[in-house]
C-alpha cells in the first residue's frame, strides 16, 4: 500500500491501521464473529469462504457465544439443528448491535429440531436463518457447525496477528494477518484497507460537508426570500401598469446600486471569515488551505497568521514521520499553533466587527439616498423599493449558489491519498523448487522489474479517460456516441469531409437522436443541449457539428451560442460576435435581428454577442423563456452550446429548456473526478435525457476501421462507408499501457 508520499502522514495511517477501532470496523463489516466449522479427526476446521450457506442472524438479537450450533443437511432444503450444553446452567450471549453482553438461563440442555432453509429459527438464543449461497450445491449428509465468538475477542484475536509495517522514510507500507484460513486472511486485508481509504477520504470531505451544509441552510433561506420579492415586485407592476422607470429615478436608483454592491462586497467578505472561522474549526491538519476557505481574506495580518500556520504545521508533519519514539519535542509547535489559532480567531472578530461597521455606514448612505425619493411619486417610489430588494436578494442568492458550486468542486476533486499497490489474493502453496538456477531466476525478475514498475507508474498514475468503457464502468449515464479525432483545420468537419468516418459518427448521433425523441414521445421543435466538464473537451466542435447533420439531412435548424463567457462559435462560419443572444435577452434587438445565415441553406447562427457583466441572470430571465418559445415555433431543432457545467452553473439553468442533454467528454483529457458533479446530479433526478458524447476517439491501430460508432442506446449506426480516415499504428507506450489497462 503507497500512501502518496513521505510525510507525517504515513504514521498517521499506521497508527490507524493499528488501532482498535479500525479493527473493529472490519470484523463488523465482515461479520467474523460468526465461524463457520467442520469436525476433522481431532479438531474442529474453519470452513470460510467454503460452505454453500450462510447465516442470516438477526441484527438485535443476543445469540450464544462458545457453544458450537450443530447443522446437519438431509437434502438441498431440510437440515437438522441441535445443539448440546452439557450441564450448563447459564449461557453468555451477545447482541452484535449494541456489543451488551448478558447471560440467560438454560432451560433445555439439548435441543434438535428440523428446519427448512430459509425458515426463521426462533430460539431465545438463537435467532436467524439459514440461507442456501446461489449457484451452489448442500451435499446430503454434509455436517456443519456455526458458533459465535465474543466481538471483544474476536477484534482482539485478529489486532494481535495483524502486523504493519513502514521501513524508514518510505511511503510503503506493508500489512500481513497470520490466520489458519487462507480465505480470511485475503477477505480481512481487502477490507481493512478499503474501510481505511473509505474513512481517509471522509476525513478529507468533512470540511466540505460543512461548508456545503452551511450555504445549504442559507440558500434556502434566501431563495424563499427572492421568490416572494419576485412575486411581490411582478405583481405590483401588473396592478400599477409600471413597466419603465424615468431618468430622475434610474439616476437615484444607481446611486443606491452602487452602495449596495459595496455592501454586497463586504457581505462576501464576511462569509470569508465565517469559512475560514468554520474550517479552523472543523480541521486538523493547517499544512494546507483551500482556495474557498481563504478567497475574499484581504486582510494582511490573517494572510501572514495563516502562513504562519501553514509552515508549523508543515514542520510538525515532517517531525511526526522522522521522530517515531518522543512525543515531548512538539509540545512547542502545538502550542505554537493553538496561540496562532487564538490569534487568528481574535482577528476574525475584529475584522467582522469592522465590516460590519462598514455595511452599517452603507446603510446610512442608502438611507440618506431614500429620503431623495421622497420628491418621487408615490408609485414610483415603491416600484423602486421593491426592485432593489429583489435585486439584492438575487445577488445574494447567486454569491451563495457560486460557493456550494466551488464546495462541490472541492469534494468531487478529493481523492484518498491511499493507493493500494497488491490487493491480498490466495496464490496457493506449492513446493520450492529447489533444482532451479536461483542466479537465472533472479537475472530474469531483474529485467522484467523496471519495465512493469515504469508501465504500473505510467498507468495508476493516470486518471483520465482512455475509452468509452471506462464511462461504462464510472457512471449509469448512458454513452449516446463515439467520435473521432477531428482532422479539419476548422470545426466544420462534417461540412468539409461529408463522406469521412467523423461525418458518419455525426451522422449515427442524430439517428439515436431521433430514436430517443421517438422513444420519449417528444414532437414538434426539438432541442439539444451541448455541456462538458471543462473547456478544451470539443463541447463547440460537437455542437456546430450536431447542428450540421441535422441542417444537411433538410431540416430548419438554428445553432445558438449560450456560453456568454466565452463564446466561440461565430469564427468557423466567418460571421462576427458583435450582436447575438445576449442582445435579445436584454430587450435591445429581436430574433431576426440576432440570427446570422450561414453557408448551409437550412442552418442559422445565433452568436452569444458582447459579453455580459451578468451571464447567470440573463439566462434564468423570462426573456430566456421568450428567445426559446420564439424559435421553437421557427426551427425544427435547437442545438444550444452552453458553458462548460464543471466550471460555471449557466449549464445547469438551461437544462430545463433541453429536450436531451449531450455531456461531451475528450479521450486522455476529460479526467474521471471531473464527472462526479453530473454523476451525483443524475442519480438525485435533476437531470434526465442526458448521455455521454465521447469526442476525439482513436482506436491506436487496434481495429482499424476508423472511429464513428453509433453506441448509447442501443441505436444509431456505424461509419463504416465511404471513410477518408485509415487506421494508425500504436506505439509501444501505448500497447504497454493498454495491456495495464485491461
Same mark, same amino acid.
Given at each position: 500500500?503507497?500512501?502518496?508520499?513521505?510525510?507525517?502522514?504515513?504514521?498517521?495511517?499506521?497508527?490507524?491501521?493499528?488501532?482498535?477501532?479500525?479493527?473493529?470496523?472490519?470484523?463488523? =463489516?465482515?461479520?467474523?464473529?460468526?465461524?463457520?466449522?467442520?469436525?476433522?479427526?481431532? $479438531?474442529?476446521?474453519?470452513?470460510?469462504?467454503?460452505?454453500?450457506?450462510?447465516?442470516?442472524?438477526?441484527?438485535?438479537?443476543?445469540?450464544?457465544?462458545?457453544?458450537?450450533?450443530?447443522?446437519?443437511?438431509?437434502?438441498?432444503?431440510?437440515?437438522?439443528?441441535?445443539?448440546? !450444553?452439557?450441564?450448563?446452567?447459564?449461557?453468555?450471549? @451477545?447482541? !452484535?448491535?449494541?456489543?451488551?453482553?448478558?447471560?440467560?438461563?438454560?432451560?433445555?440442555?439439548?435441543?434438535?429440531?428440523?428446519?427448512?432453509?430459509?425458515?426463521?429459527?426462533?430460539?431465545?438464543?438463537?435467532?436467524?436463518?439459514?440461507?442456501?449461497?446461489?449457484?451452489?450445491?448442500?451435499?446430503?449428509?454434509?455436517?456443519?457447525?456455526?458458533?459465535?465468538?465474543?466481538?471483544?475477542?474476536?477484534?482482539?484475536?485478529?489486532?494481535?496477528?495483524?502486523?504493519?509495517?513502514?521501513?524508514?522514510?518510505?511511503?510503503?507500507?506493508?500489512?500481513?494477518?497470520?490466520?489458519?484460513?487462507?480465505?480470511?486472511?485475503? &477477505?480481512?486485508?481487502?477490507?481493512?484497507? $478499503?474501510?481505511?481509504?473509505?474513512?481517509?477520504?471522509?476525513?478529507?470531505?468533512?470540511?466540505?460537508?460543512?461548508?456545503?451544509?452551511?450555504?445549504?441552510?442559507?440558500?434556502?433561506?434566501?431563495?424563499? &426570500?427572492?421568490?416572494?420579492?419576485?412575486? =411581490?415586485?411582478?405583481?405590483?407592476?401588473?396592478?400599477?401598469?409600471?413597466?419603465?422607470?424615468?431618468?430622475?429615478?434610474?439616476?437615484?436608483?444607481?446611486?443606491?446600486?452602487?452602495?449596495?454592491?459595496?455592501?454586497?462586497?463586504?457581505?462576501?467578505?464576511?462569509?470569508?471569515?465565517?469559512?475560514?472561522?468554520?474550517?479552523?474549526?472543523?480541521?486538523?491538519? !493547517?499544512?494546507?488551505?483551500?482556495?474557498?476557505?481563504?478567497?475574499?481574506?484581504?486582510?494582511?495580518?490573517?494572510? &501572514?497568521?495563516?502562513?504562519?500556520?501553514?509552515?508549523?504545521?508543515?514542520?510538525?508533519?515532517?517531525?511526526?514521520?522522522?521522530?517515531?519514539?518522543?512525543?515531548?519535542?512538539?509540545?512547542?509547535?502545538?502550542?505554537?499553533?493553538?496561540?496562532?489559532?487564538?490569534?487568528?480567531?481574535?482577528?476574525? #472578530?475584529?475584522?467582522?466587527?469592522?465590516?460590519?461597521?462598514?455595511?452599517?455606514?452603507?446603510?446610512?448612505?442608502? +438611507?440618506?439616498?431614500?429620503?431623495?425619493?421622497?420628491?418621487?411619486?408615490?408609485?414610483?417610489?415603491?416600484?423602486? %423599493?421593491?426592485?432593489?430588494?429583489?435585486?439584492? #436578494?438575487?445577488?445574494?442568492?447567486?454569491?451563495?449558489?457560486?460557493?456550494?458550486?466551488?464546495?462541490?468542486?472541492?469534494?468531487?476533486?478529493?481523492?484518498?491519498?491511499?493507493?493500494?499497490?497488491?490487493?491480498?489474493?490466495?496464490?496457493?502453496?506449492? /513446493?520450492?523448487?529447489?533444482?532451479?538456477?536461483?542466479?537465472?531466476?533472479?537475472?530474469?525478475?531483474?529485467?522484467?522489474?523496471?519495465?512493469?514498475?515504469?508501465?504500473?507508474?505510467?498507468?495508476?498514475?493516470?486518471?483520465?479517460?482512455?475509452?468509452?468503457?471506462?464511462?461504462?464502468?464510472?457512471?449509469?449515464?448512458?454513452?449516446?456516441?463515439?467520435?473521432?479525432?477531428?482532422?479539419?483545420?476548422?470545426?466544420?468537419?462534417?461540412?468539409?469531409?461529408?463522406?469521412?468516418?467523423?461525418?458518419? %459518427?455525426? /451522422?449515427?448521433?442524430?439517428?439515436?437522436?431521433?430514436?430517443?425523441?421517438?422513444?420519449?414521445?417528444?414532437?414538434? #421543435?426539438?432541442?439539444?443541449?451541448?455541456? =462538458? #466538464?471543462?473547456?478544451?473537451?470539443?463541447?463547440?466542435?460537437?455542437?456546430?457539428?450536431? %447542428?450540421?447533420?441535422?441542417?444537411?439531412?433538410?431540416?430548419?435548424?438554428?445553432?445558438?451560442?449560450?456560453?456568454?463567457?466565452?463564446?466561440?462559435?461565430?469564427?468557423? !462560419?466567418?460571421?462576427?460576435?458583435?450582436?447575438?443572444?445576449?442582445?435579445?435577452?436584454?430587450? @435591445?434587438?429581436?430574433?431576426?435581428?440576432?440570427?446570422?445565415?450561414?453557408?448551409?441553406?437550412?442552418? &442559422?447562427?445565433?452568436?452569444?454577442?458582447?459579453?455580459?457583466?451578468?451571464?447567470?441572470?440573463?439566462?434564468?430571465?423570462?426573456?430566456?423563456?421568450?428567445?426559446?418559445?420564439?424559435?421553437?415555433?421557427?426551427?425544427?431543432?435547437?442545438?444550444?452550446?452552453?458553458?462548460?457545467?464543471?466550471?460555471?452553473?449557466?449549464?445547469?439553468?438551461?437544462?430545463? +429548456?433541453?429536450? %436531451?442533454?449531450?455531456?461531451?467528454?475528450?479521450?486522455?483529457?476529460?479526467?474521471?473526478?471531473?464527472?462526479?458533479?453530473?454523476?451525483?446530479?443524475?442519480?438525485?433526478?435533476?437531470?434526465?435525457?442526458?448521455?455521454?458524447?465521447?469526442? $476525439?476517439?482513436?482506436?491506436?491501430?487496434?481495429?482499424?476501421?476508423?472511429?464513428? +460508432?453509433?453506441?448509447?442506446?442501443?441505436?444509431?449506426?456505424?461509419?463504416?462507408?465511404?471513410?477518408?480516415?485509415?487506421?494508425?499504428?500504436?506505439?509501444?507506450?501505448?500497447?504497454?499501457?493498454?495491456?495495464?489497462?485491461?
Amino acid at each position: 500500500m503507497n500512501y502518496g508520499g513521505i510525510s507525517g502522514k504515513v504514521q498517521e495511517v499506521l497508527l490507524n491501521l493499528k488501532s482498535r477501532e479500525h479493527h473493529e470496523k472490519v470484523v463488523d =463489516s465482515l461479520d467474523l464473529y460468526l465461524s463457520y466449522l467442520t469436525q476433522g479427526r481431532f $479438531y474442529k476446521t474453519d470452513m470460510y469462504g467454503v460452505v454453500p450457506f450462510k447465516f442470516v442472524g438477526v441484527d438485535s438479537a443476543y445469540q450464544v457465544l462458545g457453544h458450537p450450533i450443530k447443522i446437519e443437511f438431509i437434502d438441498n432444503n431440510n437440515f437438522d439443528l441441535s445443539y448440546d !450444553f452439557g450441564e450448563a446452567e447459564t449461557i453468555a450471549t @451477545q447482541n !452484535f448491535v449494541t456489543k451488551e453482553v448478558k447471560r440467560l438461563s438454560v432451560s433445555q440442555p439439548t435441543f434438535k429440531k428440523r428446519y427448512q432453509v430459509g425458515e426463521y429459527i426462533d430460539l431465545s438464543f438463537l435467532k436467524g436463518s439459514v440461507e442456501a449461497i446461489e449457484d451452489t450445491s448442500i451435499p446430503p449428509g454434509k455436517t456443519y457447525f456455526i458458533q459465535y465468538t465474543s466481538f471483544n475477542n474476536t477484534v482482539s484475536r485478529f489486532l494481535r496477528s495483524y502486523v504493519v509495517t513502514n521501513e524508514e522514510r518510505s511511503p510503503l507500507l506493508s500489512v500481513r494477518l497470520t490466520n489458519k484460513n487462507k480465505a480470511k486472511i485475503v &477477505d480481512y486485508l481487502n477490507t481493512s484497507i $478499503y474501510i481505511l481509504d473509505r474513512d481517509q477520504l471522509e476525513k478529507k470531505n468533512q470540511y466540505a460537508v460543512n461548508t456545503i451544509n452551511f450555504i445549504d441552510k442559507q440558500l434556502a433561506r434566501v431563495k424563499g &426570500d427572492l421568490t416572494k420579492k419576485a412575486d =411581490s415586485l411582478n405583481d405590483y407592476k401588473r396592478a400599477n401598469k409600471l413597466f419603465d422607470i424615468k431618468n430622475e429615478t434610474q439616476q437615484l436608483s444607481g446611486k443606491i446600486r452602487g452602495y449596495e454592491n459595496q455592501k454586497e462586497n463586504y457581505e462576501k467578505q464576511l462569509m470569508s471569515y465565517n469559512l475560514l472561522k468554520n474550517y479552523l474549526e472543523t480541521s486538523d491538519d !493547517f499544512t494546507s488551505f483551500p482556495a474557498p476557505v481563504i478567497e475574499g481574506i484581504e486582510d494582511g495580518n490573517i494572510q &501572514d497568521l495563516i502562513s504562519q500556520m501553514i509552515r508549523i504545521s508543515s514542520e510538525k508533519s515532517k517531525l511526526e514521520y522522522s521522530v517515531r519514539n518522543n512525543v515531548s519535542i512538539f509540545d512547542d509547535l502545538n502550542r505554537q499553533i493553538d496561540g496562532l489559532k487564538k490569534v487568528m480567531f481574535e482577528s476574525i #472578530s475584529s475584522a467582522k466587527t469592522n465590516i460590519r461597521y462598514q455595511i452599517q455606514s452603507i446603510n446610512n448612505k442608502i +438611507y440618506n439616498v431614500e429620503r431623495e425619493f421622497s420628491n418621487l411619486p408615490e408609485s414610483q417610489q415603491q416600484l423602486q %423599493a421593491i426592485e432593489r430588494e429583489y435585486l439584492l #436578494s438575487q445577488s445574494t442568492y447567486n454569491l451563495y449558489l457560486a460557493k456550494r458550486g466551488e464546495a462541490e468542486l472541492v469534494k468531487a476533486s478529493n481523492v484518498s491519498d491511499i493507493n493500494l499497490l497488491e490487493p491480498a489474493k490466495d496464490t496457493g502453496q506449492g /513446493r520450492n523448487a529447489r533444482n532451479l538456477n536461483i542466479r537465472y531466476v533472479f537475472a530474469v525478475l531483474g529485467a522484467l522489474i523496471p519495465i512493469l514498475l515504469i508501465a504500473f507508474i505510467v498507468t495508476f498514475l493516470d486518471h483520465k479517460l482512455h475509452s468509452p468503457n471506462d464511462l461504462k464502468e464510472l457512471s449509469k449515464i448512458p454513452l449516446l456516441g463515439v467520435v473521432g479525432k477531428n482532422q479539419s483545420e476548422n470545426n466544420l468537419a462534417v461540412l468539409n469531409k461529408p463522406k469521412s468516418a467523423i461525418a458518419e %459518427a455525426f /451522422r449515427a448521433v442524430r439517428s439515436s437522436l431521433q430514436f430517443m425523441y421517438k422513444k420519449h414521445d417528444i414532437e414538434g #421543435s426539438k432541442t439539444v443541449m451541448v455541456t =462538458s #466538464s471543462i473547456s478544451g473537451e470539443g463541447k463547440t466542435f460537437c455542437s456546430i457539428n450536431i %447542428a450540421s447533420v441535422f441542417a444537411l439531412s433538410g431540416k430548419k435548424t438554428v445553432l445558438v451560442g449560450l456560453d456568454l463567457r466565452k463564446p466561440k462559435i461565430f469564427g468557423d !462560419f466567418d460571421i462576427d460576435n458583435n450582436i447575438g443572444a445576449v442582445n435579445y435577452l436584454i430587450g @435591445q434587438l429581436s430574433l431576426e435581428e440576432i440570427t446570422q445565415k450561414t453557408m448551409m441553406e437550412d442552418l &442559422d447562427v445565433i452568436t452569444s454577442g458582447p459579453i455580459p457583466p451578468n451571464p447567470s441572470e440573463l439566462l434564468i430571465g423570462q426573456q430566456m423563456d421568450a428567445l426559446m418559445d420564439e424559435l421553437k415555433a421557427k426551427y425544427d431543432y435547437i442545438i444550444l452550446d452552453t458553458p462548460p457545467i464543471g466550471l460555471v452553473a449557466d449549464a445547469l439553468e438551461l437544462i430545463e +429548456y433541453a429536450d %436531451a442533454t449531450l455531456y461531451v467528454v475528450r479521450q486522455d483529457y476529460t479526467k474521471k473526478d471531473m464527472l462526479q458533479l453530473i454523476k451525483d446530479k443524475h442519480q438525485k433526478g435533476e437531470v434526465k435525457n442526458i448521455s455521454f458524447l465521447y469526442n $476525439y476517439f482513436n482506436q491506436k491501430g487496434t481495429y482499424g476501421y476508423g472511429y464513428g +460508432y453509433g453506441y448509447g442506446y442501443g441505436y444509431g449506426g456505424y461509419g463504416n462507408g465511404y471513410h477518408d480516415n485509415g487506421p494508425k499504428k500504436a506505439s509501444l507506450l501505448d500497447r504497454v499501457k493498454g495491456v495495464f489497462r485491461k
